[in-house]
């Protein structure tokens, strides 16, 4: 039977005010921290956490509400000319989205509004984004306001064995 990690991660658009803990917030980073990259090249992702209500609102601003007002944001950058950046970004991300699950908590990925924020040189410089980075996923995370209902994803996507 799969682990029930799996099943409950949603994503979630309504987050409550509850604050996340700081070990809570290093679990997260520690899970980042556990993504596999191409090639070993660590040195292609960075990841910056906004915990700063004010810099948050910023980000919302910049990126037309798509981070549903999470309490905290999980900004994952990558290297503009990398070969995997995308990918690696995408698998740390789900790792963060996993964790999360694990604490209580719920989480989203954000493509859209992470292009989004690119556009905007003034909130990436005072995130500390280097301009050879790009901002490639954001991962809203806090305490879940409201309970999606739960879909059997079992069927989700087609599958050929050979």
Known sequence: MINKIFTNRRAVSNFSNDVVTDDQINDLIEAFQTAPCG??????????VVKDE???????NA???SCYNAPILFVINTKKNSMFGERDASVAAE????????LG???VYIMGGAAK???H???LKELGIDSDFEVT????????????????????????IY
């Open 39 to 48: 090639m070993h090249q660590a040195d292609v992702m960075n990841l910056v």
């Open 54 to 60: 004010g810099l948050r609102q910023e980000i919302e």
């Open 63 to 65: 990126t037309d509400n």
């Open 95 to 102: 790792n963060i989205m996993l964790e999360a699950t694990d």
């Open 105 to 107: 908590l719920g989480s």
């Open 117 to 119: 924020l690119n556009n």
């Open 121 to 123: 040189a003034d909130v």
């Open 137 to 160: 996923v954001i991962v809203p995370v806090g305490k879940i306001a409201e309970e999606s209902e739960k879909e059997d994803r079992s069927q989700h996507y087609q599958v050929t």
